[in-house]
């Protein structure tokens, strides 16, 4: 089975500076790792994926997420925060190699991020 | 084009009602797939399709239908609800598995807002 955590269910970070939001997962294979936004009544946004290759990706609005095999974790992190990053965030993760692969993602519980200006 | 539909934006249904939502995508993606959403609450995997075909049924109650009826479309039939099903119901698409495709990010739409009275 796999699972998604994310420790913090909100996080506050005054405007400017860097954010970090945590993510530890576990899979049996190698994984397939995302980052999701969604901002209010809206459906989820992909910001960033991990399949292979660098452990540091980059992704949407400056946000980026480093891919730590041996900690198993996929924190989101952004240098200066904006106002509008405020959103809801969810990790996922898909096992490449199990029967289903990609089509069955788990989420995390999500973190709440504000951005205090 | 990472565009998926759904219609309606929001649905008020009585518990004896039979109503639809329908989902559609244009970027040749043959998996799609049904989540619920309660508020606050990661999305929870219902339905997928893949190929057209019911690949994934997450022990979802039968008053809940789903069909494929080709591979841009996807509806959510509904019978009999319950109040407790009011939530926000997403569509997503991607590449299915196993075809030689390595990105297996879901595109998600905005959502059908359901409430049962």
């Known amino acids: 089975a796999q699972s998604v955590a994310q420790p913090e269910d909100q996080v506050n970070v005054a405007e400017g500076n860097p954010l970090t939001v945590k993510c530890t997962y576990s899979?049996?294979?190698?994984?397939?790792l995302f980052w999701y936004v969604q901002y209010p009544n809206r459906g989820l946004q992909v910001l960033l994926k991990?399949?292979?290759?660098?452990?540091l990706v980059k992704g949407s609005y400056g946000f980026e997420a480093e891919f730590n095999k041996s900690q198993t974790s996929f924190h989101l992190k952004k240098p200066s925060a904006l106002v509008s990053d405020s959103a809801l965030y969810f990790c996922?993760?898909?096992?490449?190699?199990?029967?289903?692969?990609?089509?069955?993602?788990?989420f995390g519980t999500g973190t709440r991020l504000t951005i205090i200006p | 084009d990472t565009e998926v539909t759904q219609t309606p934006k929001h649905l008020v249904m009585g518990m004896t009602n039979k109503k639809s939502l329908k989902c559609e995508q244009h970027?040749?993606?043959?998996?799609m797939y049904w989540y619920k959403q309660k508020a606050k609450k990661p999305p929870e995997l219902m339905f997928v399709?893949?190929?057209?075909?019911?690949?994934i049924n997450e022990s979802v109650p039968s008053r809940f239908s789903p069909e494929c009826p080709n591979s841009s479309l996807l509806n959510l039939h509904l019978h009999a609800l319950q109040p407790e099903d009011s939530a926000l119901y997403l569509c997503?698409?991607?590449?299915?598995?196993?075809?030689?495709?390595?990105?297996?990010?879901?595109?998600f739409g905005p959502g059908t807002r359901l409430t049962v009275l």
């Open positions: 899979v049996s294979g190698n994984p397939y």
């Open positions: 399709y893949s190929y057209e075909k019911l690949s």
């Open positions: 996922a993760v898909s096992s490449r190699g199990s029967n289903f692969g990609n089509e069955k993602l788990t």
């Open positions: 991990y399949i292979t290759g660098d452990n």
């Open positions: 997503a698409s991607s590449h299915p598995q196993g075809r030689g495709i390595s990105t297996d990010t879901q595109y």
């Open positions: 970027m040749g993606h043959r998996a």
